[in-house]
């Protein structure tokens, strides 16, 4: 029996394998193309929300808020301007100045940069959530008690960082406070008698630094 040449065999070789390999990548190719496809059915065929209004429900201050929204209008614009809850203020608009803060699930958050549709299923508190049967909490009566406000503006912001800060940490620090009110912003200036106010209500010593000259 006449042996096979072996330059025919190896290019026989070569052929047959160059040909699984092409089997393969294009059955790899084809793989990833209706993959790929299928995701895109997926995309599609989930539902576009907006431009229109939309029914959105929030639960503020423990109760159910049902409100007709755009997509777009934020958790300040729902609150200020879509129901009564005007106690978290518009200031920078931008994430700056912490006067929006509300929290979520017990988390200062800038409601000025949540979407009131994203805010959905969560507990929102704003500051009028905070008192109870008139009666204010202890940040706010340390808030009072140490005169830490002066026009007002940026003053529930900041209680609502300390509140959060209180909730979690019992006995904060003057640096922890810092830390917690580091994205609020007073332009009054009143930052050293908020830092007492926030001990106070926690309990915590803390020497005042202010000077007081007496000229008489």
């Known amino acids: 029996m006449k042996e096979p040449e072996p330059e025919k065999f190896g290019a026989h070789s ?13 059955t790899t190719a084809t793989a990833q193309v209706k993959s790929v496809a299928a995701e ?10 907006g431009p229109e209004a939309v029914p959105v429900t929030l639960k503020v201050n423990g109760e159910k808020l049902k409100l ?17 809850l005007t106690g978290a203020k518009e200031g920078c608009d931008r ?12 988390a200062p958050v800038y409601s000025c940069q949540k979407l009131a549709i994203e805010a959905q299923g969560v507990e929102i508190t ?17 808030f009072i008690e140490k005169d830490a406000l002066q026009c007002g503006y ?3 912001g900041f209680v609502m960082s300390v509140t959060a800060l ?22 009054c200036g009143c930052h050293p008698h908020i830092l007492q106010a926030a001990l106070k209500a926690a309990g915590v010593g803390h020497a005042a630094k202010t000077e007081i000259v007496n000229y008489a």
């Open 126 to 142: 704003t500051i009028e959530g905070l008192a109870k049967d008139g009666k204010l909490t202890k940040v706010q009566s340390a």
């Open 68 to 84: 007709l929204l755009e997509p777009r209008v934020t958790l300040l614009d729902a609150l200020r301007n879509y129901s009564s």
């Open 166 to 187: 209180l909730k979690k940490n019992f006995h904060p620090t003057a640096a922890d406070v810092k830390h917690a009110c580091a994205g609020n912003l007073c332009r």
């Open 14 to 26: 070569r052929r047959t394998f160059l040909k699984s390999l092409g089997t393969v990548a294009a």
């Open 154 to 156: 940026c003053t529930p």
């Open 95 to 106: 994430a700056s100045c912490g006067a929006c803060t509300v929290l979520i699930n017990d």
């Open 40 to 49: 895109l059915e997926k995309v599609n065929a989930e539902k576009v929300i």
